[in-house]
C-alpha cells in the first residue's frame, strides 16, 4: 500500500538550532507538499515540489528550505529554528485529485 | 493568489439537528476542487467530502452533503442527523494543480 512516513512524530528543539523534519513517501507521486498548522488555524503551505530537482516556495516560506533529490523524500529544514516555528507539520500522501494527511510532525521550539 | 474564507468561528448545533458550515473562496480558475476536511482533537485531517468544479451536482457522503454555488464562489456542508461524534474542526479547501489552500476553519460543537 502507497505510505507516507513523516518523522519524527514529536520534536524539541532550542532556538537558533538547525531542525531538519523528514517526509518519506512510497507512491511515487511527483507531487509532494509541506504545510504547518499553528493552533486554532487552518494548515498553509510552505513549500512544495512537482519532481526530482523542482522546489518551490509556498505562502510561508521564510525560515524554511526543502530538496528534493530523489521522488521518495521530501525533508523540510529550519535552518535556524525560532519559537515562531512551534507549529505541527504535515507532509499529505497525494493521489491525482486528494490529499491525505497523517498526524502531522509537532514541533517545540523553547 | 486563492483565498478560502469561513466566516464562522464557532458553531452549536443539537444533537440529531441539521447544521450548514460556510465557505467562500476567490479563484480565477475554472477547473479546481473545493474538499472539506473534519480535524478532531488528535489533528489527524480527514477528508469529509470533496466536489469537482466542472460537476454541477452538488457532492453527498451519507449524512454530509454540500451546496456549491461555482458563480457565487461558495461551498456550503450541511451536516444532517448531527452526531456527538461530528464534534470537530472541520476546514474547507480549495485545490487547484493539486495544491491545496485551506480556510481558517470552523469549531462545531454538538450538545447532548
Known amino acids: 500500500d502507497a505510505e507516507i512516513t513523516q518523522s519524527p512524530r514529536h520534536k524539541i528543539t532550542e532556538t537558533g538550532r538547525q531542525v531538519t523534519l523528514a517526509c518519506h513517501q512510497t507512491w511515487n507521486h511527483n507531487n509532494m507538499f509541506w504545510y504547518r498548522q499553528d493552533l486554532g488555524h487552518g494548515l498553509r503551505l510552505i513549500h512544495y515540489s512537482y519532481g526530482v530537482q523542482d522546489t518551490n516556495k509556498g505562502e510561508v516560506s521564510d525560515g524554511y528550505s526543502v530538496s528534493r533529490s530523489n521522488t521518495e523524500d521530501l525533508p523540510l529544514t529550519l535552518e535556524s529554528a525560532a519559537s515562531s516555528q512551534t507549529s505541527v507539520y504535515f507532509c499529505?500522501?497525494?493521489?491525482?485529485?486528494?490529499?491525505?494527511f497523517g498526524p502531522g510532525t509537532r514541533l517545540t521550539v523553547l | 493568489a486563492q483565498t478560502v474564507t469561513q466566516s464562522q468561528p464557532e458553531m452549536s448545533v443539537q444533537e440529531a439537528e441539521t447544521v450548514t458550515l460556510s465557505c467562500t473562496y476567490d479563484?480565477?480558475?475554472?477547473?479546481?476542487?473545493l474538499f472539506w476536511y473534519k480535524q478532531p482533537p488528535s489533528r489527524q485531517m480527514i477528508l469529509v467530502i470533496r466536489?469537482?468544479?466542472?460537476?454541477?451536482q452538488n457532492a453527498t457522503e451519507n449524512r454530509f452533503s454540500v451546496n456549491f454555488q461555482k458563480a457565487a464562489k461558495s461551498f456550503s456542508l450541511k451536516i444532517s442527523d448531527s452526531q456527538l461524534g461530528d464534534a470537530a474542526m472541520y476546514f474547507c479547501?480549495?485545490?487547484?494543480?493539486?495544491?491545496?489552500?485551506f480556510g481558517g476553519g470552523t469549531r462545531l460543537m454538538v450538545k447532548p
Open positions: 479547501a480549495y485545490g487547484a494543480g493539486n495544491m491545496l489552500t
Open positions: 479563484t480565477s480558475e475554472s477547473d479546481y476542487y
Open positions: 499529505p500522501r497525494v493521489s491525482p485529485c486528494e490529499q491525505f
Open positions: 466536489q469537482e468544479a466542472y460537476k454541477q
